[in-house]
């Protein structure tokens, strides 16, 4: 087996050392019922590399990926060009073969990068502190509201009609656990995003811990958030904004300007591929007050027993190995490889990088936006939006969208998938365009369209 | 714009130790410093060509929305970039460097044939919304993943989307409240109390807190394991559930686990099992036919995912029959030739009415599962049970080569599993297990894990792994057994080490006493340089 160095005689010899007579002898301690012999049934035994790689690309192939179709599905997950450089430096083996930086004499590049992430994520968020990444954006929003929760020691949260359906719910599984209450709502397709914000003002009251809210939306629109930052601040509540596309903010005013207390994102966009769903990277950041309530591992700066500067894992009396149950979340990882990831993306990008790629996707959006719209009987209802727009079809589009991608065109979400159930939104289909989308695949979407409507 | 106008200069210290001669640079030979990108990149400079940007008007439409004050954001070039993080590399140890023995943590070699197979475009370029005709292979792959982790388990059902350990066992805990919430509808007591053993990993008592349970320790016996009587006793109508590591944290076989499961079951409680040492038994030990109800398998340990210097990880969770119907969605199931995602809640309200919501956004860490899958394809179950025997060889090797210099606790009551628990009884006054580790750094190994388990004072925990050679397991023993002569003879230098590290020893104390967790410009370095 070529992943096992030891041979026979090696095996041998240590079991000498050892004292034992067979390898059996070291199993001793299992029950005998339990004991089991021989290679498990049903399984096949093991396998030349080239037999293994026959057989995960025959899988490969069953898939239509991004890159082989005109491509337009966004709703969390975006696809953008990665630089070739960004991966080839995390399969660096001291990158990807590395442990949590637990010894930060021999881990200072793990640590200095995450410091570095820090950073970058607090600026385009535009907070005062981030952490070195959680699983993804989902979770990453769950945990913003029980940071919420304790912070104001208030249990009702209100989310948006415009948070993505799956964030709603892993917040609903985690609050029938733990006793947060939520109140939820769905998009409007007849509404815009200043009414959904004017619903939620009006929801607030002195119970409510915080207001979740997704910008650009579920449906791509894009919001001021600044007086809905006003009035919870008013009513002692946080506003926890969530951003699952942030290559947003290369163009539009970062959630903290507007007054988030809470920022909690998915950052996959940002040097991360697809990967059918994970994994992906969580983004949080907060206001330097509020750090010592903030869930998953940080990066500081120190110095050694020389003088140096460095780094290290710090204010870990949050977390879950030294608290035990007191511990501010039960997190142990993070996501680390995707982090360095992102943050090698931000730093190929720059700031006029990011700048400017905003500004593409956006221009790409608003031609598709405007070919699409013409079509008969197809309606925009979203606006402003930055990437991702979401039109109303005279039919529901989830037949819609199968009948694209049989003929090779992969043309947006339908709101019928990700809210199944709900008749008023069956007719929604939301349409992401990145740089990577050519004119050539807006006019392949355009027809794809039309011809599945008539 | 330039962020930082200053440049920056490493601090090369006081010129203790082994390096006294000057340094203009601060730099050695192949160990170089190296700045923080804020002060090396730009806000002008990019290392991406794009497309020339869309007319000033295109942006119209976002009137007030539009960003106006700069972000702060430095940039490089290609070649400055590739240069950053492959000298930041070089200041990390790593597997593919050498022996990373850190116990319960499984840190064995990451075959680079998952890496090819994750990259395939049918998977990494996959959106996790593509229709379902469109992505039957991923599904298929997910379902290959569950099949194999059942069979290896014998246990009937599985729940793929955790994303970690940690996010596994809350997935475990959340069935089994389910589970009982389902009791007490039917009339049933509530439950409250979860019980943990003293040994436990840290993210056990903090998820069965999140979950809203009251967390009780059950006490270790004096050789190390679960103590039955004791468990008995607490046992009881108010314990939900009972949390057990097995192979437990010290190294060794729970020997009463099935008695254990017998009694939890008696009383109306769970079993959770926490996976976190699954290298050691699989594909000789099935926990199904221990008694579990649930386990979480970490892929980045027993299956070979990359730690990737902290995640990612994934977590899937095996049930027992009982709990298969409160696990979460969504899940994949075939039917026929075809494979369906489960997750529409309607869905589910019609086939699966007891499942628990979701717990992340899509459908897991696929990228984990295409890893994984390369590593159990190429093992087999042959090569996945020769895994299990040369990891539980290598500890046990470890563990009688150096019983007579390190105090070994339980050594006395057997063979241990896939690692070797050391105390540091023994050690000269005012040495520690922390000295041991850190000159084990200047003998350029990474250290086991310190002070972990609880139970057992300065406890130093190693766990070789299957995939070291025995003469690299020689010349660990040989740089163990000198350290830790040192450290009974109460060599002085030993308290300075690492002396050879990128960093001699960090302040963590001044990191958490004055938070910095954010760059920032020192505005006296500015004007010290014009």
Redesign the interface.
């Known amino acids: ?6 041979q026979d005689g ?2 041998a ?3 000498a ?4 007579g067979s ?1 059996d ?7 005998e ?4 012999e021989g ?9 030349p ?1 080239m ?3 026959r ?14 179709a005109p ?1 337009f ?1 966004g ?3 975006y ?1 953008h060009h990665i ?1 070739a ?1 960004v ?24 640590l ?2 995450l ?2 992430f ?3 994520v ?3 968020l535009g907070c ?3 952490n ?2 959680m ?5 990453a929003c769950w945990e913003a509201i029980g940071m919420a929760r304790r912070i104001t020691r208030r249990g009702k949260a209100i989310l948006s009609g415009g948070l ?1 359906p ?2 709603v ?2 917040c ?2 985690m609050a ?4 947060d209450q939520l109140a939820t709502g769905v998009p409007r397709l007849d509404g815009t995003a200043e009414q959904e914000i004017a619903r939620l003002i009006a929801a607030i009251d002195g119970e409510t811990s915080c207001v979740v809210v997704q910008n650009p939306d579920i449906l791509g629109r ?3 958030l600044s007086e809905l930052a006003e009035a919870c601040h008013a009513k002692g509540a946080l506003l926890v904004a969530v951003v699952t596309e942030p290559v947003s ?6 959630p903290g ?1 507007m007054g988030a207390d809470i920022v909690a994102g ?1 950052g996959q966009s940002i040097g991360v ?9 969580g983004l949080f950041a907060t206001r330097e007050r509020y ?1 010592r309530q903030m869930p998953g ?16 894992l ?4 949050r ?9 501010t ?10 982090a ?1 990831a992102f943050s ?1 993306h ?12 905003a ?2 996707n ?2 790409r959006t ?1 031609t598709a936006a405007e070919r699409l719209a013409a079509l008969p009987d197809v309606e925009r209802v979203a ?2 939006f ?1 990437n991702e727009f979401t039109l109303r079809l005279p039919k529901p589009s989830r037949p819609i ?2 009948a694209m ?2 003929r090779g065109v ?1 043309g947006g ?1 339908s709101l019928g ?1 990700l809210y ?2 709900q008749s008023a939104l069956e007719t929604g289909l939301v349409v992401a365009v990145t ?1 990577t989308v050519s004119d050539e695949d807006i006019a392949a979407l355009a027809d794809a369209l039309g011809e599945a409507l008539s | 714009m330039s962020i930082n106008a200053s440049g920056w200069k490493p601090n090369i210290g006081d010129g203790q130790g082994d390096h006294e001669r000057p340094s203009f640079t601060g730099n050695r030979a192949l160990m170089l410093e190296e700045p923080l990108i804020f002060e090396i990149g730009d806000t002008e400079r990019t290392g991406v060509d794009l497309a020339d940007a869309p007319a000033a008007n295109a942006v119209d439409r976002l009137g007030a929305l539009l960003r106006s004050a700069p972000i702060g954001l430095p940039g490089l070039t290609e070649p400055e970039t590739v240069r950053h993080y492959t000298r930041l590399s070089r200041q990390n140890y790593a597997i593919d460097l050498g022996l990373f023995p850190l116990g319960s943590c499984t840190m064995k070699h990451n075959p680079r044939l998952n890496e090819k197979m994750a990259r395939l475009p049918g998977f990494a370029d996959l959106h996790p919304l593509t229709p379902i005709e469109q992505c039957q292979g991923a599904l298929a792959l997910i379902h290959l993943v569950g099949e194999w982790l059942k069979a290896l388990t014998n246990m009937p059902a599985i729940a793929m989307s955790p994303k970690a350990g940690a996010h596994g066992e809350l997935c475990g805990l959340l069935a089994i409240r389910a589970a009982h919430e389902a009791r007490e509808r039917a009339g049933g007591a509530a439950r409250r109390t979860v019980l943990v053993p003293e040994s436990a990993h840290g993210t056990n008592p903090a998820t069965a807190a999140f979950c809203g349970y009251a967390v009780e320790s059950i006490p270790a016996t004096g050789d190390g394991r679960v103590d039955l009587a004791a468990l008995k006793a607490k046992l009881g109508p108010d314990i939900a559930a009972v949390m057990i590591t097995n192979p437990n944290t010290c190294g060794l076989f729970e020997r009463d686990m099935i008695a254990i499961a017998d009694a939890v079951h008696a009383a109306g409680a769970y079993l959770y099992c926490d996976g976190a040492n699954f290298n050691a038994i699989v594909g000789r030990v099935r926990p199904g036919d221990l008694g579990i109800d649930a386990m979480h398998i970490n892929l980045h340990k027993t299956f070979s995912t990359p730690h990737g210097g902290g995640g990612p990880g994934a977590g899937p969770v095996v049930f027992s029959q009982a709990l298969a119907p409160f696990a979460p969605l969504p899940f994949v199931e075939k039917q026929g030739d075809r494979f369906v995602l489960v997750e529409e809640e309607t869905a589910q309200a019609e086939h699966h009415g007891d499942a628990f919501g979701r717990m992340v956004a899509f459908h897991g860490q696929m990228g984990m599962f295409v890893r994984a899958a390369a590593y159990m394809l190429s093992h087999g179950a042959d090569g996945l049970r020769q895994v299990a025997e040369d990891a539980v060889l290598a500890a046990n090797y470890v563990l009688r080569s150096l019983e007579d210099v390190l105090e070994a606790p339980f050594a006395a009551s057997g063979p241990c599993m896939h690692e070797a628990l050391f105390s540091d009884e023994g050690l000269a006054d005012g040495f520690s297990t922390l000295d041991i580790a850190k000159a084990l750094i200047d003998e350029g190994f990474h250290p086991m894990t310190m002070y972990f388990p609880l139970v057992v004072h300065g406890a130093m925990l190693i766990e070789p792994t299957e995939t070291e050679s025995r003469a690299t397991l020689d010349q660990f023993i040989g740089a163990l057994r000198s350290v830790a002569e040192r450290g009974k003879a109460g060599d002085p230098t030993l308290q300075q080490a690492p002396i050879h590290a990128p960093r001699r020893r960090l302040d963590e104390t001044l990191a958490a006493r004055k938070p910095v967790l954010v760059w920032r410009e020192q505005p006296d370095a500015a004007v010290a340089a014009e």
């Open positions: 087996m070529r992943y096992l160095p030891l090696d095996r010899a240590m079991l050392r050892i004292g034992a390898i002898d070291l199993f001793v301690d299992v029950p019922a339990a004991r089991f290679p498990i049934a049903d399984l096949p035994m093991h396998a590399e037999a293994v790689e057989q995960l690309a025959g899988l490969a192939r069953r898939n239509l990926a991004a890159g082989e491509f599905l709703a969390g997950a696809r630089p450089s991966d080839h430096l995390i399969q660096r083996g001291e990158f990807l073969t590395s442990y949590t930086p637990y010894q930060p004499e021999i881990a200072q590049g793990t200095q990068a410091f570095e820090q950073t970058q607090a600026r385009l005062d502190v981030a070195a990444s699983y993804d954006g989902s979770t993505h799956h964030y719910s892993v609903k599984t029938r656990f733990t006793g894009v919001a001021d903010l290369g163009l539009i005013r970062s300007e998915e591929g697809l990967n059918f769903g994970g994994p992906y990277v750090v591992r940080l990066a500081g700066e120190t110095v050694d027993a020389a003088g140096k500067r460095g780094f290290v710090t204010l870990s009396t977390e879950q190995h030294i608290r035990r149950e007191k511990a979340s039960n997190i142990c990882t993070n996501s680390g490889l995707c360095l090698i931000l730093t190929l990008l720059g700031e006029a990088g990011l700048r400017r790629l500004s593409l956006h221009a608003v606006d402003p930055f969208v199968r991608a049989a992969l979400v998938r199944p159930g740089e």
